[in-house]
């Protein structure tokens, strides 16, 4: 199993919002949890790109990251991800590249073919062609990326007529790159493909079916970069997963039993017409939800059960992300970053490895250095008690 000696954590930011509240709040909300996110030392959030169906509300992650960046320090700005089909190539490079210098590199490129099936019909794009084109804009936008020459290119929905960047990207040779991976091997494919990082993302699945097929995802990419004579990197490989965290089970349990039915129900199966898999009552979703690891319900012990359980099913991978769901009150939502941070990082980061062998080093050695302690406070005394006399 191919570990990395430092996790990278983070959030992927649809978002989720239920329809009927103050959209307003709700971004205003998204920003204040990156913030948060940067105190608490998270390494990346990523934020996506939707125009349909009313719950996930950030149109561009290009103007919402430009947002953030000014509220953060160091916390790094992804795309998650840039639906690629439903720009001009050049149009993607150019706001991408300014991104980059606007945050001193701190900006991350995910792509993606689009997933919503009502953006692509509003804009008259045919389903079968998505992730075509997908491949093909990304292509451009890497040669747009590194070539000083102009590159003239004609496709059935876009052109390039000598087109050539003003900026060159601020990380060279360009951002880290990321293609999301959601139910078809198209992602993993055109990943090896580039060479680029994969964003496994997870979608509710029937818990009777088994965990998803991990290895067999990265097999795939491995193969894809083979024949493109590219290289993958496990550590560049992020999980996506919902996850809530309180201080008992129990907690955390309640904490979103009605919102994370409502999500799965109302949106998951209801908007978006997948198919349901759990037909219980709603107040038992997240039981079923959490119990088949499907998502991470619990305690910090829990979350961190959790990863190794995924370490395991997929091999190894380098970062893990928190599917941000709205499904509990603002204060729980941040309690719940707050304790991962505080608990569950430091075991996949190799922070508290010397704090443990510094405690284990002086519990086995307390008798020792309680006699020695006792010594010195007696010999003090010895020495006090002479002065006087």
């Not at 009502?118 to 997908?134: L, N, P």
């Amino acid at each position: 199993m191919d570990m990395p000696k430092r996790m990278k954590f983070g959030s992927f930011m649809g978002p989720f919002h239920r329809v009927g509240e103050n959209p307003t709040l709700a971004l205003d909300r998204d920003l204040e949890l990156i913030d948060w996110m940067d105190q608490l030392g998270f390494d990346e959030a990523w934020i996506g790109e939707h125009h349909s169906a009313g719950w996930e509300i950030i149109a561009s992650p290009e103007v919402f990251i430009a947002a953030a960046a000014q509220r953060t320090r160091y916390i790094k700005l992804g795309t998650g991800v840039v639906s690629l089909p439903y720009h001009h190539p050049l149009m993607v490079a150019d706001r991408m590249v300014q991104l980059d210098h606007m945050t001193h590199g701190r900006v991350l490129f995910g792509v993606g073919p689009g997933a919503l099936p009502g953006d692509a019909y509003m804009m008259g794009i045919s389903h079968e062609t998505q992730r075509e084109r997908m491949d093909e804009s990304l292509g451009i936008i890497l040669r747009l990326f590194t070539e000083s020459e102009p590159i003239t290119y004609k496709s059935d929905w876009f052109e390039l007529n000598e087109g050539l960047l003003q900026l060159r990207p601020f990380q060279q040779p360009y951002m880290p790159v990321a293609v999301a991976s959601i139910q078809s091997p198209a992602g993993v494919t055109l990943a090896g493909k580039h060479g680029a990082a994969v964003l496994t993302i997870t979608v509710p699945r029937d818990p009777s079916a088994g965990p998803a097929d991990l290895k067999g995802l990265w097999a795939i990419a491995e193969e894809s970069a083979q024949q493109h004579n590219q290289q993958m990197n496990r550590h560049d490989w992020r999980l996506v997963l919902p996850v809530h965290l309180a201080e008992t089970r129990k907690e955390a349990l309640d904490d979103i039993r009605m919102g994370s039915a409502q999500y799965l129900r109302e949106y998951s199966e209801g908007t978006n017409g997948r198919k349901a898999v759990f037909d219980g009552p709603m107040d038992k979703v997240v039981d079923n939800m959490s119990e088949s690891g499907s998502w991470i319900v619990g305690t910090p012990d829990d979350c961190i059960e959790g990863i190794h359980r995924l370490q395991e099913q997929s091999g190894g991978f380098g970062g893990f992300l928190v599917q941000t769901i709205d499904w509990t009150s603002r204060e729980k939502m941040l309690r719940s970053y707050e304790l991962l941070a505080r608990y569950v990082m430091p075991q996949f980061q190799g922070t508290v490895a010397s704090t443990y062998a510094s405690n284990q080093w002086v519990a086995e050695r307390k008798e020792t250095l309680v006699a020695g302690r006792v010594r010195a406070i007696d010999r003090a005394k010895q020495v006090y008690a002479d002065r006087r006399s």
